[in-house]
């Protein structure tokens, strides 16, 4: 790991649209200005660097695979989602006004260099393996791991 | 170095939102030489705080940015 001590952290434990928005743009504008930046996804928040296949293998875990199905493109905003009318709503106020889909912010943070990191907890919690995340998500960690990130930067968010 | 064999890079960044003049400005000033310049226009008014802030914070120079109606315009030397 590098011995850069003014990168930035980012806790994301939200699964909502408006909210990895904020923390991809973050991460994109510290790695953008040559900083560090590391994304630790726990809880609702990995929804975000999985692939959008089905997962679990208990009956609880197929059931949470089915109501908080994962994949960038799934994601809905924290507010007036109305099952998914809300998130098809934002997303084509988004494009009127040229902003640029989650998807593809997510893609400029990996070309940028953003590291993202799995919660190990959240996975097993999940029923959520590794092969259910994107290709670019590293190795899942635990607190410690996310620690000694924020430990490192300079700036931590929790989102 | 004289202004004449500067080397000045031109970027369009309109119509674009934040984050991502920002990262069309780190990509195109990592292609320039140190000392070469970057001449771009933008239309989110965004930029006329970020462009600045980006170069304080990456060790570069804003030598001129404002804005021309709805364009913004600036340029920036990359000295590091």
């Not at chain 1, 806790?11 to 994109?28: N, Q």
Request: proline share 4%.
């Amino acid at each position: 790991m590098e011995a850069s001590t003014d990168g930035v952290t980012i806790v994301m434990l939200s699964g909502d649209m408006d909210k990895a928005i904020a923390a991809f743009s973050i991460a994109i504008g510290a790695a953008a200005s040559g900083k560090e930046a590391n994304m630790f996804f726990t809880f609702w928040g990995v929804k975000a660097i999985q692939k959008g296949n089905l997962t679990g293998n208990s009956f609880f875990g197929k059931m949470m695979g089915i109501m908080n199905r994962g994949g960038i493109d799934r994601i809905g905003p924290s507010r007036f989602n109305f099952w998914g009318l809300g998130r098809w709503m934002f997303n084509q106020m988004m494009k009127m006004h040229k902003v640029t889909p989650l998807a593809e912010l997510r893609q400029t943070a990996i070309d940028l260099g953003v590291k993202l990191y799995p919660c190990q907890m959240s996975m097993e919690v999940m029923e959520i393996g590794k092969e259910d995340f994107i290709g670019e998500a590293l190795p899942a960690c635990g607190v410690a791991t996310m620690l000694e990130m924020a430990y490192r930067s300079k700036v931590t968010l929790f989102i | 170095m004289s202004p004449e064999n500067e080397v000045t890079m031109k970027l369009n960044l309109e119509g674009l939102l934040c984050p991502i003049p920002v990262v069309k400005v780190a990509k195109a000033v990592k292609d320039l030489p140190i000392g070469g310049m970057l001449e771009a226009t933008a239309t989110d008014p965004g930029v006329l705080a970020d462009i600045p802030a980006w170069a304080r914070t990456t060790g570069n120079e804003v030598i001129k940015i404002e804005r021309e109606g709805k364009l913004v315009k600036f340029q920036l030397r990359r000295l590091k």
